[in-house]
């Protein structure tokens, strides 16, 4: 017994003796305490102006805080799994993608609350977010890049919702982790995380493009040089049939969850130009300040291309373009759905090789990170 006490110990001590693993850890602690007792006293102060999005699923606030708007659906699919159930907008919960809710429903079953494991798996995937995205960089980079890859990924504006009960971090999780294998040429776990990625979020599927690339980049571009390694690529599509099956078993329709987007969150194909430069002049100040933001991200990754490398380039550029491609319905949305452009953080650790614009970017983005943590959690209309 003593000797495997003696082993644990050498194992746990040379675990937490990585840096990597010590930032994370401090990190996640530090941020995750101050975001929660900004989110608690915003709660009790705000009491009688909170929003109708929130979930007061627990009826304890220190929990409470973590679930708003969404977070309603993934628990209903935790809870019940999938249901033709029309609600009176005309949404229903196969408009959502299986992976998030499934682990929520499996660790939900060992802790006996569902809302618990959503927020179990949400911070768990922001750990191994973290560890995958310092291995990547490092690989590209120093090893001191990928530490502030990793202090920025936590400061970002919206970083909170990555331990909320949402699929974000999740989402990001896997992306990371297919990119980590692919620049280790390692095809199938590509793309298993891949399909997983497709998985977890509609726009998951077209992960398949970057990977892609950065298979034919390790062949040189030489059609020569391609073997049948990259089926494994094909992992991705497969991850986003296996849920179109599902819905055609639900609904008879494989592509009802596209379509649920169209008649219950009023989505529908569109210029996306045309939405980002139009939400800047509709008069909804929310649309101008989340269409900004958006413009302001193409623009800013546009610039950092030869920073980050033209396959995370693509991958954020599908991120920000994606959700304006679904009408200005989902420009409420679009500081939600910038926190999972990954290549920011790898900009910002870039940018703050210098001291002073490191400590500008620290202190802006913490005190905007804290002021959104006061507006989502409260279920104002700000960040959906």
């Known amino acids: 017994m003593r000797v495997v006490i003696s082993w644990i110990k050498i194992f746990a001590k040379s675990i937490f003796a990585k840096p990597e693993i010590k930032l994370t850890l401090s990190c996640f602690f530090i941020t995750r305490t101050l975001l929660t007792l900004i989110g608690v006293t915003s709660r009790i102060i705000l009491e009688s ?11 304890n606030v220190w929990l409470d805080i973590w679930g708003v708007w969404d977070t309603g659906w993934y628990l209903n699919i935790a809870q019940n799994w999938y249901t033709t159930d029309i609600n009176s907008h005309g949404g229903a919960n196969y408009g959502f993608f299986p992976l998030y809710p499934f682990l929520m429903r499996i660790v939900g079953w060992f802790v006996q609350n569902n809302y618990i494991g959503g927020i179990i798996v949400s911070n768990v995937a ?4 973290c560890i995958f995205l310092y291995r990547l ?12 890859s990793i202090k920025f990924l936590f400061l970002f504006p919206t970083a909170f919702i990555f331990s909320a009960v949402f699929s974000e971090s999740l989402f990001v999780a896997c992306m990371l982790g297919s990119f980590y294998f692919a620049r280790g040429n390692r095809w199938f776990w590509a793309g298993f995380f891949g399909g997983l990625t497709a998985l977890t979020r509609s726009i998951g599927v077209f992960v398949c493009l970057p990977l892609f690339y950065e298979y034919i980049h390790s062949k040189d571009f030489k059609i020569a040089n391609v073997r049948v390694d990259v089926l494994c690529l094909s992992l991705v599509p497969i991850g986003l049939s296996l849920f179109a099956f599902l ?18 969150w009023k989505h529908e194909w569109t210029n996306p130009f045309s939405v980002l430069l139009g939400s800047l002049v509709d008069g909804d100040p929310l649309h101008f300040l989340n269409g900004l933001f958006s413009i302001t991200a193409v623009v800013v990754l546009s610039a950092g291309i030869r920073t980050i490398g033209f396959s995370f380039w693509l991958m954020g550029m599908i991120l920000l373009f994606f959700p304006p491609l679904a009408g200005k319905v989902c420009m409420n949305s679009m500081l939600r759905y910038g926190l999972v452009v990954f290549p920011f953080y790898l900009m910002f650790a870039r940018i703050s090789e210098n001291p002073i614009w490191y400590w500008m970017l620290v202190i802006i983005l913490t005190i905007l990170q804290g002021v959104l943590m006061v507006y989502w959690t409260n279920g104002y209309h700000l960040i959906i």
């Not at 592509?255 to 008649?263: G, M």
């Open 49 to 59: 102006h909170r929003g109708r999005g929130r979930s007061d699923v627990l009826k």
């Open 126 to 129: 922001l750990l191994v977010s």
């Open 137 to 148: 960089v490092e690989r590209e980079a120093s090893s001191e890049i990928a530490l502030n």
């Open 247 to 264: 819905n055609y078993r639900l609904t008879g329709d494989f592509l009802a969850f596209s379509h649920i987007q169209q008649t219950g």
